[in-house]
């Protein structure tokens, strides 16, 4: 069983866009975020937060 939060995940193609971090409902429970649910967008929604995503910084790569 997990509770539905919001977290912020680094995207990893949900809309079709990647390297940047998206708040998101998802199910956590003790071990972290059990699943990421990826609510319904309209085309318009995901083209403008295509854009806005391009604009923004890269993700860090981890170190290690």
């Known amino acids: ?3 539905t939060d919001p977290a912020e ?3 990893d ?6 390297h940047v971090c998206l ?5 956590l429970d ?3 975020v059990r699943t990421v649910l ?10 403008a937060l295509g854009r806005r ?5 890269p993700i ?5």
Do not use: F, H, K
């Open 38 to 47: 990826t609510p319904p967008m309209s085309e318009t929604e995901i083209a």
């Open 53 to 57: 995503g391009a604009r923004g910084s």
């Open 9 to 11: 995940l680094a995207d």
């Open 23 to 27: 708040s998101l409902p998802s199910v």
């Open 13 to 18: 193609g949900q809309y079709g866009i990647s």
């Open 30 to 32: 003790r071990g972290g």
């Open 60 to 64: 860090p790569r981890p170190l290690v």
């Open 1 to 3: 069983m997990g509770t």
